[in-house]
C-alpha cells in the first residue's frame, strides 16, 4: 500500500491549491479515504473524508464551505480543493486510508499560507 500527496506549497492568503494523493497496492475504489493535517505544534486533524463511490463526504467544521475532497477511481487518485486559504490552514496534509483494519498514511505534502 502507497499513498503519495502531491500538490502543496507556499499560497497568499485568499489563494487555491489542489492536493493530490495517488493510492497504489490496493483497489482504492473499495475504500473510504480522508485527509487529515498537522499544523507545528499540535495533534492530526481530520480535514474532509470520501466514501468509496464519492458519493458522500464530509468536512471539518474549520474547513466547509471552502475545502472539497473528491476523487477519480480510474485513476485511484483522491483530491482535496482548497480555497479561501487562510493562515491558519498551514499544516502538512496527508492522505489516510483504513484498509483491513490498519491506517495507512502517505508522507504528507507541506501548504503554507502566508504573504
Known amino acids: 500500500v502507497q499513498l503519495v500527496e502531491s500538490g502543496g506549497g507556499l499560497v497568499q492568503p485568499g489563494g487555491s491549491l489542489r492536493l493530490s494523493c495517488a493510492a497504489s497496492g490496493f483497489i482504492a475504489a473499495n475504500y473510504a479515504m480522508s485527509w487529515f493535517r498537522q499544523a507545528p505544534g499540535k495533534g492530526r486533524e481530520l480535514v474532509a473524508a470520501?466514501?468509496?463511490?464519492?458519493?458522500?463526504?464530509n468536512a471539518a467544521d474549520s474547513v466547509k464551505g471552502r475545502f472539497t475532497i473528491s476523487r477519480d477511481n480510474a485513476k485511484n487518485t483522491v483530491y482535496l480543493q482548497m480555497s479561501s486559504l487562510k493562515p491558519e490552514d498551514t499544516a502538512v496534509y496527508y492522505c489516510n486510508v483504513l484498509l483491513r483494519g490498519r491506517n495507512y498514511w502517505g508522507q504528507g505534502t507541506q501548504v503554507t499560507v502566508s504573504s
Open positions: 470520501i466514501t468509496s463511490a464519492g458519493g458522500s463526504t
